[in-house]
């Protein structure tokens, strides 16, 4: 597991309240919604606030694309990681 994937799993267990759960206990490819973690919609909208306010990233609620970045940890974090290179390319 890289560095980015753990501290997105922190990020979900600290903006979720998910006290009884470790970021060894989440698999970076299960599903985060209904199945595997189990969250839902108001979920998916507190997580997409913190990853705007953690990582600047845009997120477009309605569209389809997001609902693959949100389908597991390890494609969040590939969300992040391309939105921090496009922002280094800008800079």
Known sequence: MNDLESIIKQ???E???LEDITI?????EEPLFVEGLG???IDALEL???LQKTYGVKIDADSEETRKHF??????TLLVRTHQEKEAENA
Do not use: N, R, Y
Request: overall charge negative; proline content about 0%; hydrophobic content about 45%.
């Open 11 to 13: 990020l979900i267990i």
């Open 24 to 28: 060894d206990e989440i698999d970076s």
């Open 15 to 17: 903006t979720l309240d």
């Open 48 to 50: 997409g606030l913190a």
């Open 71 to 76: 389908s597991c940890v390890k494609s969040l």
């Open 39 to 41: 969250l839902d919609s």
